[in-house]
């Protein structure tokens, strides 16, 4: 911290806490204690019980839960290894290259995700690729909001990467394969963990683009938690987004221990 002051200090505390708290740790709080309780009267449910989480875990919502980590698992690795290759193509080209390449990939991001969800309806609802309908559209659609950060993220670090190591290689006589597949990608590895939790936490969050695609088979958590709460069932919607939030942090703790791992090796 750059406050020397030992009451400075103590007053920057103070003032985060009373900022982070209202904004940010009250709300999901406020989830929490509905996802426990039975009503809501005054300010804070009351009525403390567990049989929301019951249906929570179980039938249609643990389905859920499974759709969307299949969905979130596989847009995470498509978006890692479509990214981590644009990036690597981009370090190698030219500054325009480069400016297009980053343009191209951000462009799902400067869009709200609704537009995307169009964009990707329009294009795979007729021959030859004809998705629609298919959990497969699902995560397309999820693959090109999430790209974007797997490509920024890997194209950081290879900014930062010192060159040395592969110049060492190569002057050794390693190909360019083995350069990459032995050098650059282990360099890598910790910026590609992260980059694949990010990708993973947002797949499982997306809800905009989703409700224009899903199937009826194939229904996602956060599309779940909006039906629940849209028909008025409140303490229900909440226990399930209580149990789409403790999976992801989960999830995200184990990408963490890996991507700490690799940063060690």
């Given at each position: 911290m750059l406050?020397?002051?030992?009451?400075?200090?103590?007053?920057?505390?103070?003032?985060?806490?009373?900022?982070?708290l209202p904004l940010f740790a009250l709300p999901l709080l406020v989830i929490v204690a509905a996802s426990l309780s039975s009503s809501w009267s005054?300010?804070?449910?009351?009525?403390?019980?567990?049989?929301?989480?019951?249906?929570?875990?179980?039938?249609?919502?643990l389905t859920a839960l499974t759709t969307s980590l299949i969905t979130a698992v596989t847009a995470?690795?498509?978006?890692?290894?479509?990214?981590?290759?644009?990036?690597?193509?981009?370090?190698?080209?030219?500054?325009?290259?480069?400016?297009?390449?980053?343009?191209?990939?951000?462009?799902?991001?400067?869009?709200?995700?609704?537009?995307?969800?169009?964009?990707?309806?329009?294009?795979?609802?007729?021959?030859?690729?004809?998705?629609?309908g298919t959990p497969?559209?699902?995560?397309?659609?999820?693959?090109?909001?999430?790209?974007?950060?797997?490509?920024?993220?890997?194209?950081?670090?290879?900014?930062?990467?010192?060159p040395a190591y592969e110049q060492a290689a190569a002057g050794l006589g390693a190909r360019p394969v083995y350069v990459l597949w032995r050098v650059r990608l282990p360099l890598l590895l910790p910026s590609l963990t992260a980059a694949a939790g990010l990708c993973f936490a947002l797949s499982m969050g997306e809800l905009s683009a989703t409700m224009m695609l899903y199937p009826p088979d194939w229904l996602p958590l956060p599309v779940r938690i909006f039906s629940a709460t849209d028909r008025g069932s409140l303490f229900t919607g909440s226990a399930v987004a209580v149990v789409l939030m403790g999976t992801t942090l989960?999830?995200?703790?184990?990408?963490?221990?890996?991507?700490?791992r690799a940063t060690f090796r």
């Open positions: 406050v020397h002051s030992r009451a400075a200090r103590w007053a920057v505390r103070i003032l985060f806490l009373l900022l982070f005054g300010v804070l449910p009351s009525g403390p019980t567990g049989a929301h989480y019951t249906a929570a875990v179980r039938g249609d919502a995470s690795l498509l978006a890692l290894a479509t990214g981590t290759w644009a990036a690597l193509a981009a370090s190698g080209a030219g500054r325009r290259t480069r400016r297009v390449l980053d343009a191209l990939f951000m462009l799902p991001v400067a869009v709200p995700s609704v537009v995307v969800g169009l964009a990707v309806l329009v294009a795979f609802s007729k021959p030859p690729l004809l998705l629609n497969s559209i699902v995560i397309v659609a999820h693959t090109v909001l999430v790209t974007a950060f797997a490509y920024q993220s890997v194209a950081a670090a290879l900014a930062r990467l010192d989960l999830v995200l703790l184990a990408v963490s221990r890996l991507r700490t």
